[in-house]
């Protein structure tokens, strides 16, 4: 039957056709198609091991600033501490200095004025001793006839003097 | 498939059916609308000619007229159109001492005379179609690779890219093996695209049968013969010529086995032309047989059962174009990897220690 007969022509064009497409096709397509597809897939696997590489050591760095972190923390949280100490400490030295320069100062003064004071006095009773002499020169010098004028007198003189 | 797509393939298949019946009808009322011009009729759209009839409105037959390239002893070559071997009525006509017989073949007058046909017939013609629809598209494609080659397929590319890589690492890497696919990936792609390509182009309305014809399956089925025999290894021929694991009376001093396996060699690419002809021819008939109801029934009312059944066989015969495809690969596929498979020991000495360790675990 001629539907299942292979005819001669045909079949010298089909193979010789093909022989060449196949050829052509492997040559000129299917080798550079390939490789590319090849090279594109070594690419992408190489991309995402790099990438999960980094992302490993992204990972690692964080966990290495976090570490710091910690320990900077911890570090500065110990500094405070001694500042706060060593401030304290000086502070309470320098209220003790200064209560001690007062007492000092204070007590200098005390003393000052207890020396004044005993130099006033002093000068009082010369003043005094002067004044009383003064005052009975000036009696004796005046006639003594009235009793009451002599106490006038006297009185007249002591108010003249003025006590300082 | 998306809806777009879809609705577009059922526009295309109800003009492609709408073609068909007004050329059936038209060629059927010429032939006289007997039964045995049905079966003509049919096996006239599925088989090779020396024109490329499209369509006959009435007494006018629009074909186009294709080179008839005959070689014989005496004459050496010959050329012309094979317009010269029929009238103005299209009836046959002698020409420099050919005419046509009663299959539509060439012969010579005189029946002394041996003459080879080498003319570019429709199907050759179509072939040539194919061939060159094949290299414009995956020359292009190749082109888009020479660039960057890490950017994203786009177009074209993109659209066969999933098929190259499905044929690669479905096809050939998984039966093949690891060593050795890539040396044979070529081959086996240019097998699948000219198979698949030429399996949707026989489907066109007018379009030549050309998967569906035996020469050129059987062609096909020869470059697995011989892509996988050449390629064979020392293994492959041991299995052929002292099969490992069977008796050795079943060898000696008839050689059954090796027979068998023998024969194996050629049943193996026989079956890969029978199926690719027979499912893409037989798809062919039934649509033409579907068409060919209306005008059995004689009535157009049966013109709608005819469209939906037409329909439906024509996207079924879609899906055939690939499967069929997919199956020749694959099956081209398994034979290079059955041939090119190296054993590091024979299959006996395996079952036997296999035994011996589950009767110990047992």
Known sequence: ?164 | MSKRAFIFLVRFNLIFIFFICCIGQAELKAAGGNSDNKTAFILHHIQDAHEWHFATIGDIHITLPLPVILVSADRGIEVFMSSKLVDKEHKPVEFKGYRYNEEHKIIPVESDRKVYDFSITKNVTSLFISVFILLMVFLTIAKKYKGNVNSAPRGIQALFEPVIIFIRDGVARPNIGEKKYEAFTPYLLTVFFFIWFNNLLGLLPGAANLTGNITVTLSLSLFTLVVTNISGSKDYWKHIFNTPGVPWWMKYPIPLMPLVEFIGIFTKPFSLMLRLFANITAGHIIIMSLIALVFIFQSVAFSPVSIIFGLFMNMVELLVAFIQAFVFTLLSAIYIGMAVEEHEHDHYHDLEQEEAHSLEVG
């Open chain 1, 1 to 164: 039957m001629n539907l299942i007969t292979p005819d001669l022509g045909l079949f010298f064009w089909q193979t010789v056709i093909f022989l060449i497409l196949l050829l052509v096709l492997t040559r000129f397509a299917w080798k550079p198609i390939l490789s590319a597809l090849k090279s594109r897939q070594e690419s992408i696997e190489l991309s995402l091991k790099e990438a999960a590489k980094a992302r490993r050591e992204l990972e690692k760095l964080r966990q290495d600033n976090e570490k710091l972190l910690i320990k900077a923390k911890a570090e500065r949280d110990q500094l405070i501490k001694d500042a706060l100490n060593t401030a304290s400490e000086i502070k309470e030295k320098a209220r003790f200095d200064a209560i001690k320069d007062a007492n000092k100062i204070l007590s200098d003064a005390q003393q000052s004025i207890e020396k004044q004071k005993e130099a006033a006095l002093l000068e009082i009773k010369s003043m005094v001793g002067d004044l009383s002499l003064s005052i009975a020169e000036k009696l004796i010098r005046t006639k003594m006839t009235d009793d009451i004028a002599q106490r006038q007198l006297m009185e007249s003189y002591l108010k003249e003097i003025k006590l300082n």
